[in-house]
């Protein structure tokens, strides 16, 4: 990088953290006290937790995304006939129950009733699997179709397998969070919390720089929360539709000026891990709604 590029960069960052870094002090502190979430009056929702041991001298406490919202879109995931995902469950759960593939097998055919067979799954997820391989929801759920059903691989970040992610999350909406991050996991996780802090781009940001660093303070009208992903798939208003995890978490990077990692590469997963992991002691949201 030459002078003019590194003076930008520098320039760049010192913006960027000023306005971001004003109330930096605050930025552990619950940005709605008080406030609950309860969907559909009948669903009550953990938003706010003691962060996990591992997370000591990081944050002393966990919330969830939702409670850095609007009014208006906090309300729209309170109630499932305002929550615009709930259209896509729907379709998940109808490809669920289509029988697809040389084997004449639909997802029910193994597993059931969705809302038994996939029960608590989200909530542990992504998971090391019986080949000691990091796999996220999206792996296990083409693994299924392709060595059970004979059908063809869902691509990872288009509509019918973030439907599919969406109608299983919904199962485990209000379960707390529990990722495995010792035993089998541990090395994954622990190169998922190395990512987390490297600094990446042009604006050497890490994660924590946002997310940890600056949380419940304001960056170009931006609201940063802690980027807990307990309520994802999720409907983001801008996009109008659904957002995968991988899709968020490479367009994080992205956002730092830098050459990101592949949708479903090795990279994502592990840091997948170590986010879900901030999270461990939060409901799944199962699905929620931001800007």
Same mark, same amino acid.
């Given at each position: 990088m030459n002078f003019r590029a590194r003076t930008a960069a520098g320039l760049a960052v010192a913006a960027l953290l000023a306005i971001a870094g004003a109330a930096r002090a605050e930025s552990n502190v619950d940005p709605n006290p008080g406030v609950e979430l309860v969907i559909n009056g009948d669903t009550p929702i953990t938003v706010r937790a003691k962060a996990p041991d591992y997370l000591e001298g990081h944050l002393d406490n966990i919330y969830s995304g939702w409670l850095y919202r609007i009014e208006s879109t906090r309300a729209m995931e309170a109630d499932d006939f305002e929550n615009p995902a709930i259209t896509f469950v729907e379709e998940g759960i109808d490809a669920w129950n289509t029988v697809e593939g040389t084997e004449g097998k639909s997802c029910a055919s193994c597993h059931g009733d969705i809302s038994e067979g996939m029960k608590g799954v989200r909530a542990r997820m992504p998971a090391v699997n019986e080949n000691g391989e990091l796999w996220s929801l999206e792996d296990y759920i083409n693994n299924c179709r392709v060595n059970r059903m004979g059908a063809e691989p869902y691509k990872w970040d288009k509509g019918p397998m973030k439907n599919m992610t969406a109608a299983i999350s919904m199962q485990s909406r209000g379960m707390p969070m529990n990722v495995a991050v010792d035993g089998p &996991? &541990?090395?994954?996780?622990e190169r998922g919390r190395d990512m987390y802090y490297t600094r990446y781009g042009?604006?050497?940001? !890490?994660? &924590? !720089?946002? +997310?940890?660093?600056?949380?419940?303070?304001? #960056?170009? *009208?931006? +609201?940063? !929360?802690? *980027?807990? #992903?307990?309520g994802f798939p999720t409907y983001r208003l801008k996009k109008g539709g659904l957002v995968s995890i991988h899709n968020r978490l490479k367009g994080c990077i992205r956002d730092t000026r830098a050459e990101t990692f592949p949708i479903g590469s090795q990279e994502l997963r592990e840091l997948e891990l170590y986010v879900a992991s901030r999270g461990n002691g939060l409901s799944v949201e199962g699905v929620a709604v931001r800007p």
């Open positions: &996991a &541990a090395p994954f996780w042009l604006l050497q940001l !890490s994660c &924590a !720089s946002c +997310h940890e660093k600056n949380n419940n303070n304001y #960056i170009r *009208g931006d +609201h940063l !929360s802690q *980027g807990q #992903i307990v």
